[in-house]
């Protein structure tokens, strides 16, 4: 058996090679022809560790597959160097496939893990093979995760993606995920990092909020997803490791420009700069979409105080987009003296660390995977067995230490075979000593070589492989007195589970926060040049020069019945909706470079100025800068109503006035004489059934008074038919637009009437004058004068009735034509009546936790609004979130106090009511919560040494907390402590076996059950507790 195992095991090392130290990976795949994908595998590796030639990949269909390494390069951050992976795949039909890549390990002292060394690292990406979707890349993550952010400070992680076949209707969502295993499946126990305030990430752009970190080293995943018509057709996946560590206050300064654009064909050129007070070395770098498509970008640039650089591209029609190309420079500090110190043993020497054992040289396993000498705990002697640091001085800053180690069983000597160790419990200890006893080490993590089996004959398979370890120290380690060590506690005999080190380093990681910008930058098409407008009979020609960007689809026409005198910004493309321009013709083909806007089909009007602008338009929805404005003036040809004006109000003797102007551009030639009006009207402002009114011989006569009509009730629109005789036939020549009288209306409310006024015409009316009828006088007189179409008549008195009229000013765009034009509405009466609620009151909640109360207070709406016939407000609640609210209190005071029991929680509205029981619109829903109270939390450290002080691991002052389930681990796993007791009172004691347990570092899970807004709900804390005895 021993040598079936030893035989597949060196197989699967032949395969495997070393383990990386992995702190990001994700999955990138491209099509290259129908079926075949071209997939890549990004690693971020930590730049000390070594790399695999391959890696494995399931393609998502049954395959799996290895894709060989294609390029190691820098990642442009400190500590790590990029990694990728590819190879392609060819499927056999359309279908959704769940791209994936599993990977052990991760780093052996995650913090949001439990036995993190023992997971794996997995991602996944989602693909989508459907021919109705062309041309499927992945999503791209546009910037590497840092090694490491800083503790104790608001922190925002860009991980935006850009979508290399962006879609004008996709949507692009983002979400937070737990870490998984190697099956895909969601790891146990695991816990997002924890935050002082919040650790959460923008659905929408990507931006990871992290308020505050606290110091450690967490996981985590995040998910980029696009979304077409609400189905997902595509996402990828970032697992991510990073470093949290103590910080200066300090940061350098980075100049950037803000976002931009570039004309599609030209060059876009500018400076990057940073600068820094202290003289350490900043390091300048640039990542992102611009970066890959070939933009210059000299980097990485590092320098002391000063670092610039020059970015330039030279952009194409090709690279039009609605959606902006992102960039992101970042400035990075590396501390003077932050060196790191390596210990490789290439010299075949122990010094300066120290053994209780003899330890070998002679490379059992052969070489490591740097290909040189390594230290080997062999067969020469038994455990206890310790390799010890000398004496560091961690005291000024946070220190990683690296290493490379790696577990073996029967080895030590030539000829021996090299398979992986299978006996429980022999595994190796990482601790710290900050006194000169050997009796106080302090365990930092567990190597266990046999978590799965406690027999023999099984082992974690990693542990055969040369892995690269990095381990945050904890702050306790960070002294001028530290020592480390590496100690295997037991083993069952000399032949059973060696292992080895090698490339040990102390390395002070950086404490100066980085800075980073994101620029977005757009590539704009040219405008179509050269628009010219033309009148003729028929209507307005228009034409312009082809589009420069031949990968446009076509040309949006737009036209406005005046001129504006806008002029684009730089980066503005197409026309803004606020000019009033309106879409009158989309084409379909970039040769298209005429139009013909026809008077009959598209509702032109003699009498007006006709203005027009183009822009070509892209698949995705990209436009280019708009065209010249080119202004025309339409032939005379058609009458052209001026005045639909009301001269009496009356239900059955009401008359109107209607006035027209000549057609003066008539081709009396092509339309001899002679001629007619037909005069039509309807009997409401717009609509199609008309009803004959008169006729009017000759082109001079063009007023006509329309008389025993009801204008107290309707409104009237015209239109004005023109005629000439040929052969003793009347044929219909032109038609004048349609054009309505002015409708007045009014709504009554408390002491006030609001008037509006509702037409449609040809013209353009620029103001209104409102007449109000003089009980005194017997006349209406002007009360006001307004640029839009309503007025409000404020200051009356309810009961008593007024009437109204009003008198619209209007004007056609062309010249030639009276000024103003002057319409007036119909005569209207009303009554001013209190049916209005007061104004909504703006209410606010203030908690007082010490007294269990709620304090509200609210605007008083008798100041607010001016309401004089106020009379009482109503207090509405509910003790959740979910609704459920009842009349709590009536009062006439803006303030009141709610004493409760138990919790602060509840919401709360208010409403105003008056004299006549009209009830205001309620408030905003104000919610209180026991957030701004002394929530639970816990210490991180606490010292049982019986000396009267901090002797008990129990909980920061507190409310509102109905109970706890609190369980607490040691590194390894195993419950040492639990309870349900809201204050904890732990004493250190194993809860199994009564003693003390060793001090060092737990974790815990704790479930706080409190009454808040969604009733009795609970919340899970995370962390660690560190145990020091004096």
């Not at 494995?56 to 160097?81: A, R």
């Not at 997971?119 to 093979?129: D, G, R």
């Not at 950037?256 to 500018?270: E, H, K, M, R, Y």
């Not at 007082?848 to 709620?854: A, F, I, P, Q, V």
């Amino acid at each position: 058996m021993k040598k079936i195992i030893a035989f597949v095991t060196l197989f699967l090392f032949a395969l495997v090679g070393f383990s990386m130290n992995i702190r990001s990976i994700e999955i990138q795949y491209e099509p290259i022809n129908n079926l075949t994908y071209k997939a890549r595998v990004i690693c971020y590796v930590y730049e000390h560790g070594p790399i695999d030639q391959w890696i494995s990949f399931n393609w998502g269909d049954g395959t799996i597959s290895y894709l060989s390494l294609s390029s190691v390069s820098p990642s442009g951050l400190p500590y790590l160097k990029k990694v990728i992976y590819s190879g392609q795949h060819t499927y056999s039909g359309s279908s959704t496939f769940l791209l994936s890549v599993s990977y052990k390990c991760r780093g052996p002292y995650v913090f949001n893990i439990p036995l993190s060394v023992q997971k794996s690292l997995y991602t996944e990406a989602l693909l989508v093979i459907n021919p109705y979707i062309s041309d499927q890349h992945s999503l791209i993550f546009q910037t590497p995760t840092p090694f490491n952010i800083c503790s104790g400070v608001l922190q925002e992680l860009d991980l935006s993606i850009y979508d290399p076949n962006p879609n004008t209707n996709a949507i692009y969502t983002y979400e937070l995920l737990a870490c998984r295993d190697s099956a895909g499946t969601n790891i146990n126990n695991y816990n997002f990092p924890p935050a002082t305030n919040d650790f959460s990430l923008n659905p929408n752009t990507g931006l990871l909020t992290w308020d505050v970190p606290l110091r450690g080293e967490y996981s985590f995943v995040v998910r980029a997803k696009k979304i077409l018509s609400g189905v997902i057709v595509g996402y990828v996946d970032r697992d991510i490791t990073i470093i949290v560590n103590d910080c200066q206050s300090i940061s350098p300064i980075l100049n950037t420009p803000v976002d931009t654009c570039i004309i599609a064909g030209d060059t876009l050129s500018f400076p990057v700069s940073a600068s820094f007070v202290l003289d350490d070395t900043m390091v300048l770098t640039a990542t992102g979409q611009l970066i890959d498509l070939g933009a210059d970008f000299l980097q990485p640039i590092k320098g002391i105080n000063n670092v610039a650089s020059e970015f330039n591209w030279g952009s194409t029609c090709d690279f039009v987009s609605i959606s902006p190309y992102n960039i992101t420079f970042r400035v990075d500090v590396i501390n003077k003296n932050n060196t790191s110190s390596l210990y490789n043993f290439n010299n075949g020497l122990l010094s300066p660390f120290t053994s209780n054992v003899p330890v070998m040289f002679n490379n059992p396993c052969g070489n490591g995977w740097d290909n040189t000498r390594y230290l080997w705990f062999g067969k020469n002697e038994p455990a206890p067995r310790a390799l010890t640091s000398p004496i560091l001085d961690l005291s000024n800053g946070d220190y990683i230490i690296e290493f490379d180690m790696r577990f073996e069983e029967h080895t030590g000597y030539g000829g021996s075979n090299c398979e992986g160790p299978d006996e429980p419990d022999e595994g190796i200890y990482l601790q710290y000593n900050t006194t000169n006893s050997d009796d106080n080490w302090i365990n930092i993590v567990y190597f266990n070589p046999n978590p799965k089996y406690q027999e023999e004959g099984g082992h974690e398979f990693n542990l055969i492989h040369w892995n690269n370890y990095t381990v945050l120290l904890p702050n306790e380690a960070l002294t001028p007195n530290t020592r480390i060590r590496w100690y295997q506690e037991r083993s069952t005999n000399y032949d059973y589970d060696h292992w080895g080190l090698d490339n040990i380093g102390f390395l002070r990681i950086a404490d100066i926060p980085s800075i980073y910008k994101k620029i977005d930058i757009s590539v704009i098409a040219p405008a179509p040049e050269n628009l010219q407008a033309t009148a003729t009979p028929y209507g307005i020609e228009l034409k312009w020069n082809k589009e420069k960007c031949d990968n446009a689809i076509g040309y949006k026409i737009y036209r406005k019945a005046s001129q504006t005198s806008y002029m684009p910004g730089t980066c503005d493309t197409g026309l803004p909706d606020s000019l009033g321009f309106i879409l009158i013709n989309t084409t379909t083909s970039l040769n298209d470079t005429t139009y013909i806007d026809y008077i009959n089909f598209n509702n032109l009007t003699s009498g007006n100025e006709y203005c027009y602008r183009v822009y070509a338009y892209f698949s995705d929805g990209a436009r280019s800068k708009v065209s010249n404005e080119t202004c025309t003036i339409m032939n005379d040809v058609s009458p052209i109503i001026t005045h639909v004006s009301i001269s009496n109000t009356d239900e059955i003797n009401g008359e109107l006035y209607l006035q027209w102007s000549k057609p003066d551009d008539l081709d009396t030639i092509a339309h001899p004489g002679p001629y007619k009006y037909d005069i039509y009207y309807g009997e409401n402002l717009i609509g199609d059934d008309y009803i004959y009114a008169i006729s009017k011989y000759g082109l001079d006569d063009t007023t006509f008074v329309h008389q025993n009509i009801d204008t107290k009730n309707k409104p009237y629109h015209y239109q004005i038919r023109l005629f000439n005789k040929v052969n003793n036939q009347w044929h219909h020549i032109n038609s004048s637009s349609v054009a309505s009288s002015v409708l007045l209306t009014a709504t009554p409310g408390d002491k006030k009437i609001n008037l509006k006024f509702e037409y449609q015409v040809p013209w353009s009316n620029d103001s209104f004058y409102v007449y109000r009828y003089n009980d005194f006088s017997y006349s209406y007189e002007l009360i006001a004068k307004t640029l839009i179409p309503e007025y409000i008549d404020t200051g009356l008195i309810n009961g008593k009735t007024y009437c109204y009229k009003v008198l619209a000013y209007g004007h056609y765009s062309a010249p030639g034509f009276v000024t103003p034009l002057e319409n007036w509405s119909q005569e209207l009466c009303a009554i001013p009546i209190d049916t209005e609620p007061p104004c909504t009151p703006i209410l606010s909640v203030n908690p007082d936790c010490n007294s269990l109360s709620n304090i509200l207070t609210w605007q008083n709406v008798i100041t607010q609004c001016n309401v004089q016939d106020f009379s009482h407000y109503e207090i509405f609640y509910s003790p959740t979130i979910h609704g459920g609210f009842y009349l709590l209190s009536s009062t006439i005071d803006t303030t009141f106090i709610h004493t409760l029991t138990n919790t602060i929680a509840g919401c709360y509205y208010v409403v105003a009511i008056d004299t006549n029981n009209n009830v205001s619109m309620p408030s905003e829903n104000i919610c209180s919560d026991i957030n701004n109270c002394d929530l639970y939390s816990l210490p991180n450290v606490f010292t049982p040494d019986g000396d009267g002080y901090n002797d008990l691991f129990k909980p920061f002052p507190y409310d509102f907390v109905e109970k706890v389930h609190l369980l607490i681990y040691n590194r390894w796993g195993n419950l040492v402590f639990e309870t349900n007791d809201p204050d904890i009172n732990w004493d250190g004691k194993n809860i199994n076996s009564g003693k003390p347990v060793p001090d060092g570092v737990y974790f815990y899970l704790c479930e706080v059950y409190e009454w808040r807004l969604e009733g009795l709900t609970s919340r899970l804390l995370t962390g660690t507790i560190t145990i020091i005895r004096h």
